[in-house]
T-cell receptor, first 116, second 112 residues
């Protein structure tokens, strides 16, 4: 069990550029979650997948954001035409089923995005 | 929607002091309650949880009791250590929902 891994850990990009983050969940975890955390705030839910199906999306996930999990394993989160307000830490998490079934959600260390 | 209000930090205590971090929540039905901790340079980790009223979650000397009548889930530890320095998040999850709702976090610093 190597934990949830995220890449890159840090990204600095110019406003208007596209960025993509990758998340590798814990092996055999079928649920995968994306959260966003800004400085001084708690994480906010963005979206989650069960296997390859995206089952819920927050209103925070604007049209410029897209998440995929094509084979039900790793996931990508792409932000198009980045804005300074997108600067945040993007957290990925996974669980074997879901917290509603009592299983713990495990978080990665996050990917820091700075838009300049 | 669901919300969590927790004690604002930063909180600074001396080693072996008693710790309380207050947390109250708003959620419909019978939510589950959690405390997550983020140590410097590490990802969020589940510290403890409680899934029904009057349950007490405990781990690493920390405790929190699910109080439905006061909608609270205060975190306590009798004797803190320098290694407890971290950011602590109170979290609520509505029954049947996959989304976790976090408080803003409380930064705790323990000085020797």
């Amino acid at each position: 069990d190597t934990g949830v891994s995220q890449d890159p850990r840090h990204k600095i990009t110019k406003r208007g550029q596209n960025v993509t983050f990758r998340c590798d969940p814990i092996s055999e975890h079928n649920r995968l979650y994306w959260y966003r955390q800004t400085l001084g705030q708690g994480p906010e839910f963005l979206t989650y997948f069960q296997n390859e199906a995206q089952l819920e999306k927050s209103r925070l996930l604007s049209d410029r954001f897209s998440a995929e999990r094509p084979k039900g394993s790793f996931s990508t989160l792409e932000i198009q035409r980045t804005e300074q307000g997108d600067s945040a830490m993007y957290l990925c998490a996974s669980s074997l089923r879901g917290p509603s079934s009592g299983n713990t959600i495990y978080f990665g260390e996050g990917s820091w995005l700075t838009v300049v | 929607g669901d919300s969590v209000t927790q004690m604002e930090g930063p909180v600074t205590l001396s080693e072996e002091a008693f710790l309380t971090i207050n947390c109250t929540y708003t959620a419909t039905g019978y939510p589950s309650l959690f405390w997550y901790v983020q140590y410097p340079g590490e990802g969020l980790q589940l510290l403890l949880k409680a899934t029904k009223a009057d349950d007490k979650g405990s781990n690493k000397g920390f405790e929190a009791t699910y109080r439905k009548e006061t909608t609270s889930f205060h975190l306590e530890k009798g004797s803190v250590q320098v290694s407890d320095s971290a950011v602590y998040f109170c979290v609520v999850r509505r029954f049947g929902n996959e989304k976790l709702t976090f408080g803003t976090g409380t930064r705790l610093t323990i000085i020797p």
